[in-house]
């Protein structure tokens, strides 16, 4: 396959991240999850005690921060200015605000010039809620990868169960569903399928099909 730039976007834990890390893998292609980008400035303005609705201190900190994205063996690694907080940036504190923080205009635009930094190159999997539309408008391949709310929480579930974290369905639920509102409903570049966008409902789909279905449709674009 030629070194094309694929979009993934989509709600909340639709599987994009790991289907991203997969399809990356079997292609020779760099995954990017940019979710992780603005969950590290989340992490790091709580610890600081920044108002996640105080956008221009938000942008200050984000100015003097160094967000790097590294390949692991279990997928990417997270380090923020030098300190490796894969983990930490997954906790339920930073899933809570992270939404607050990413529908300021400095903050995106700043992000998306990053992140346009790293795609120049190609040979790309980029997952996000803009990739497609703000971030790589002319990607080559675009996919929204959706599923009802009810299948996402119950993967989200069964994730947290696997990685021993206690979590109920009921408030996954919920928590997902805030995130999407927040997402979609901002004024800068919200969460929305690009019109040139394939969608892909995964709620009957299995990760190695919706793998297989998306290398298909990169084998035909490159
Ligand atoms: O992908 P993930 O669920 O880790 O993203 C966390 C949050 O980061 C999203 O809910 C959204 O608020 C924000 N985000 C965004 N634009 C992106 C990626 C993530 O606004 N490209």
Known sequence: TKKIRIALDGPAAAGKSTAAKKIAEKLGF???????????????????QIDPKNEQELYNLLLNTVIE?????????VYLDGKE?????????????????ALHQLVRSEMVRR???????????????DIGTAVIPDAELKIFMSATA??????????HQKQGIESD?????AEIEK???IDSTRAVSPLVKA??????????MSISEVVNKVTELAADRG
Request: proline share 1%; hydrophobic share 30%; aromatic share 4%.
């Open 69 to 77: 994205l590294k390949p692991g063996i279990d997928g990417q690694l």
């Open 115 to 129: 992140q346009q930094e790293l795609v120049k190159n190609g040979g790309i999997v980029m997952d996000g809620r």
């Open 30 to 48: 760099i995954y990017i999850d940019t979710g992780a980008m603005y969950r590290t400035l989340t992490y790091k303005a709580l610890k600081n």
């Open 150 to 159: 009810e299948e996402r929480a119950r993967r989200r579930f069964e994730e």
């Open 85 to 101: 907080v894969t983990t930490e940036i997954r906790q339920q504190d930073v899933t809570q605000n992270v939404s607050d923080v």
């Open 179 to 181: 995130r999407d509102h």
């Open 195 to 204: 019109e040139d966008a394939i969608e892909l409902d995964t709620t009957h």
């Open 169 to 173: 369905l009921h408030v996954l639920q």
